[in-house]
């Protein structure tokens, strides 16, 4: 009984092992069929880009004070008066809270250098700047020349953007698939082919606020009956596409 029982085990194993050689055969060739199918078809990879421009509905500008003093303490405390006086007129400008962000803060001592003499302490300068996001671009003039008034004397760079880049992604995309059909169909007909079917298709690029640009301001009064120009224009939004048709006769 012992020997019929291993028998009939070494047969089941013998059988379970012939299934499992047979499904992985069979995976195989499906899998090679698969690549053979692919290999075979007659296929294009092309790219194109859908582009729109759009006006701007909002600006990023950084603006700050530096305030010099012959000790560190005097310094920082002459540069939070000028400061806050800076943070009050943007909020009387309609800017919020949320709008406003500290992005820099330093104070460093300053030397005087005189050849052959080592430097010598002549004081020490502090700086505050703050990273405003202006939503009604009607104000942004407005608040430039407000913020030099009540003591800013650094202006950084501006950059103009959108608040909801959606509708215009959308509107790219239809342009860059629009674009990538045409081109496929004039490969296709210069090669004697039609399109049969769209493989695969992927997306790059998007919407990306454009670099800041500098902006100049020197500290002081600004003539009241004036105020600073600052022209929006307009900006791109770019959406990059790539696919793989399959030709066919």
């Not at 028998?7 to 499992?20: E, I, K, Y």
């Not at 001592?109 to 505050?128: D, K, T």
Request: charged letters at 20%; glycine letters at 8%; aromatic letters at 4%.
């Amino acid at each position: 009984m012992k020997a019929l029982f291993r028998a009939a085990a070494v047969s089941a194993l013998l059988v379970a092992g012939t299934v499992g050689i047979a499904g992985a055969a069979s995976a195989q060739t499906v899998a090679t069929s698969a690549a053979d199918s692919m290999f075979r078809a007659t296929t294009l990879n092309l790219s194109a880009y859908g582009e729109v421009r759009q006006r701007p509905d909002q600006a990023t500008i950084s603006m700050g004070v530096t305030t010099e003093a012959p000790t560190a303490a005097e310094a920082m405390r002459l540069n939070a008066v000028k400061m806050n006086q800076v943070i009050a007129a943007l909020k009387k400008g309609g800017i919020a809270d949320r709008d406003i962000q500290t992005s820099g803060l330093s104070l460093n001592p300053q030397y005087v250098y005189v050849e052959n003499q080592p430097p010598r302490l002549s004081g020490y300068q502090a700086s505050n700047t703050v990273t405003v996001v202006v939503r009604d671009l009607t104000k942004l003039g407005q608040a430039v020349d407000a913020t030099v008034n009540a003591g800013a004397t650094n202006i950084g760079g501006i950059s103009f953007g959108l608040q909801d880049a959606s509708a215009a992604e959308d509107a790219a995309r239809i342009e860059a698939a629009r674009a990538l059909q045409a081109r496929a169909e004039l490969y296709a007909r210069a090669m004697g082919y039609r399109v049969g079917r769209l493989v695969t298709l992927s997306e790059g690029g998007g919407y990306s606020p454009p670099p800041p640009m500098p902006v100049y301001a020197m500290a002081g009064r600004m003539e009241k009956d004036s105020s600073t120009p600052v022209e929006a224009g307009e900006m791109k939004v770019r959406i990059d596409v790539s696919a793989t048709f399959e030709l066919v006769k």
